[in-house]
Protein backbone atom coordinates (compact mmCIF):
# COMPACT_ATOMS: atom_id res chain seq x y z
CA UNK A 1 0.00 0.00 0.00
CA UNK A 2 1.23 3.31 -0.66
CA UNK A 3 1.14 6.36 1.32
CA UNK A 4 0.47 9.88 -0.17
CA UNK A 5 2.06 12.74 0.53
CA UNK A 6 0.82 16.70 -0.01
CA UNK A 7 3.09 18.09 -2.89
CA UNK A 8 5.05 21.31 -1.89
CA UNK A 9 3.56 24.78 -1.73
CA UNK A 10 4.99 25.21 -5.50
CA UNK A 11 3.71 21.75 -6.81
CA UNK A 12 0.27 22.17 -5.20
CA UNK A 13 -0.18 25.76 -7.06
CA UNK A 14 0.97 23.50 -10.47
CA UNK A 15 -1.28 20.60 -9.57
CA UNK A 16 -4.41 22.80 -9.07
CA UNK A 17 -3.25 24.55 -12.32
CA UNK A 18 -3.08 21.42 -14.21
CA UNK A 19 -6.44 20.49 -12.95
CA UNK A 20 -8.09 23.96 -14.20
CA UNK A 21 -6.64 22.78 -18.18
CA UNK A 22 -7.43 19.43 -17.72
CA UNK A 23 -11.12 20.65 -16.96
CA UNK A 24 -11.13 23.31 -19.60
CA UNK A 25 -9.67 21.10 -22.46
CA UNK A 26 -12.00 18.52 -21.25
CA UNK A 27 -15.05 20.72 -21.76
CA UNK A 28 -13.57 22.49 -24.80
CA UNK A 29 -12.96 18.91 -26.59
CA UNK A 30 -16.38 17.68 -24.97
CA UNK A 31 -18.34 20.32 -26.55
CA UNK A 32 -16.77 20.83 -29.61
CA UNK A 33 -17.39 17.21 -29.85
CA UNK A 34 -20.51 16.67 -29.37
CA UNK A 35 -21.38 19.57 -31.69
CA UNK A 36 -19.89 17.56 -34.63
CA UNK A 37 -21.36 14.72 -33.51
CA UNK A 38 -25.12 15.49 -33.41
CA UNK A 39 -25.90 19.28 -34.74
CA UNK A 40 -26.24 19.10 -38.53
CA UNK A 41 -23.87 19.88 -40.78
CA UNK A 42 -25.38 22.92 -42.13
CA UNK A 43 -25.68 24.57 -38.53
CA UNK A 44 -21.82 23.82 -38.12
CA UNK A 45 -21.24 24.57 -41.77
CA UNK A 46 -22.91 28.63 -41.19
CA UNK A 47 -20.09 28.59 -37.99
CA UNK A 48 -17.51 27.30 -39.27
CA UNK A 49 -17.35 26.73 -43.42
CA UNK A 50 -15.48 23.87 -43.58
CA UNK A 51 -17.70 20.88 -42.53
CA UNK A 52 -20.14 21.83 -45.35
CA UNK A 53 -17.52 21.33 -48.16
CA UNK A 54 -16.05 17.49 -46.87
CA UNK A 55 -17.96 14.67 -46.51
CA UNK A 56 -19.85 14.54 -43.61
CA UNK A 57 -17.61 11.12 -42.60
CA UNK A 58 -14.71 13.70 -41.62
CA UNK A 59 -17.20 16.01 -39.62
CA UNK A 60 -18.58 12.97 -37.49
CA UNK A 61 -15.08 11.45 -37.36
CA UNK A 62 -13.23 14.42 -35.66
CA UNK A 63 -16.41 14.96 -33.12
CA UNK A 64 -15.71 11.33 -32.11
CA UNK A 65 -12.35 12.20 -31.86
CA UNK A 66 -12.26 15.08 -30.11
CA UNK A 67 -15.08 13.67 -27.40
CA UNK A 68 -12.52 10.89 -26.80
CA UNK A 69 -9.97 12.95 -25.93
CA UNK A 70 -11.81 15.44 -24.27
CA UNK A 71 -12.68 12.35 -21.80
CA UNK A 72 -9.08 10.59 -21.67
CA UNK A 73 -7.40 14.18 -21.06
CA UNK A 74 -9.95 14.48 -17.44
CA UNK A 75 -11.84 11.52 -16.41
CA UNK A 76 -8.83 9.37 -15.89
CA UNK A 77 -7.14 11.29 -13.77
CA UNK A 78 -10.16 12.39 -12.36
CA UNK A 79 -11.61 8.99 -11.15
CA UNK A 80 -7.76 7.76 -10.26
CA UNK A 81 -8.21 4.98 -12.92
CA UNK A 82 -5.41 4.19 -15.41
CA UNK A 83 -4.52 8.55 -14.66
CA UNK A 84 -1.09 8.09 -17.40
CA UNK A 85 -3.97 7.55 -19.56
CA UNK A 86 -4.63 11.42 -19.51
CA UNK A 87 -0.98 11.81 -20.66
CA UNK A 88 -1.46 9.80 -23.95
CA UNK A 89 -4.89 11.43 -24.50
CA UNK A 90 -2.22 14.72 -24.21
CA UNK A 91 -0.45 13.19 -26.79
CA UNK A 92 -3.27 12.57 -29.05
CA UNK A 93 -4.60 15.97 -28.71
CA UNK A 94 -1.12 17.35 -29.83
CA UNK A 95 -1.48 15.43 -32.78
CA UNK A 96 -5.19 16.22 -33.58
CA UNK A 97 -4.41 19.74 -33.08
CA UNK A 98 -1.26 19.95 -35.47
CA UNK A 99 -3.29 17.96 -37.77
CA UNK A 100 -5.98 20.67 -37.64
CA UNK A 101 -3.28 24.00 -37.80
CA UNK A 102 -2.01 22.16 -41.19
CA UNK A 103 -5.38 21.70 -42.60
CA UNK A 104 -6.69 24.78 -41.97
CA UNK A 105 -3.08 25.88 -43.57
CA UNK A 106 -3.84 24.22 -46.27
CA UNK A 107 -7.36 26.27 -46.80
CA UNK A 108 -5.93 29.82 -46.02
CA UNK A 109 -7.12 30.27 -42.76
CA UNK A 110 -4.57 31.53 -40.81
CA UNK A 111 -6.48 33.46 -38.93
CA UNK A 112 -8.67 30.33 -37.23
CA UNK A 113 -5.47 28.92 -35.89
CA UNK A 114 -4.28 30.59 -32.85
CA UNK A 115 -7.20 28.79 -31.10
CA UNK A 116 -5.63 25.45 -31.93
CA UNK A 117 -1.99 27.18 -31.20
CA UNK A 118 -3.62 27.09 -27.43
CA UNK A 119 -5.22 23.51 -27.39
CA UNK A 120 -1.81 22.03 -28.76
CA UNK A 121 0.34 24.49 -26.14
CA UNK A 122 -2.21 23.27 -23.23
CA UNK A 123 -2.70 19.81 -24.24
CA UNK A 124 1.50 19.80 -23.98
CA UNK A 125 1.24 21.17 -20.91
CA UNK A 126 -0.79 18.09 -19.19
CA UNK A 127 1.71 15.92 -21.30
CA UNK A 128 4.85 17.52 -19.18
CA UNK A 129 2.64 17.98 -16.05
CA UNK A 130 1.15 15.28 -15.84
CA UNK A 131 3.78 13.30 -17.62
CA UNK A 132 7.01 14.85 -15.57
CA UNK A 133 6.40 16.67 -12.86
CA UNK A 134 3.07 15.84 -10.99
CA UNK A 135 1.63 12.47 -12.20
CA UNK A 136 -1.97 11.42 -10.28
CA UNK A 137 -1.56 8.54 -8.35
CA UNK A 138 -3.58 5.55 -9.33
CA UNK A 139 -6.10 4.37 -6.40
Not at 82 to 88: H, S, T
Not at 91 to 105: D, E, S
Request: hydrophobic share 55%; aromatic share 10%.
Amino acid sequence: MSTMTAPAPASRGLNISLWVVQTILFLFYGLTGLAKLFLPVKTLADLWIWPGQYPEILLRGTGFIDLCGGLGILLPSLTRIKPGVAVLAGVGLIALQVCAITFHLSRGEAFVTPVNFVALFLAALIVWGRGRKIPVQPR
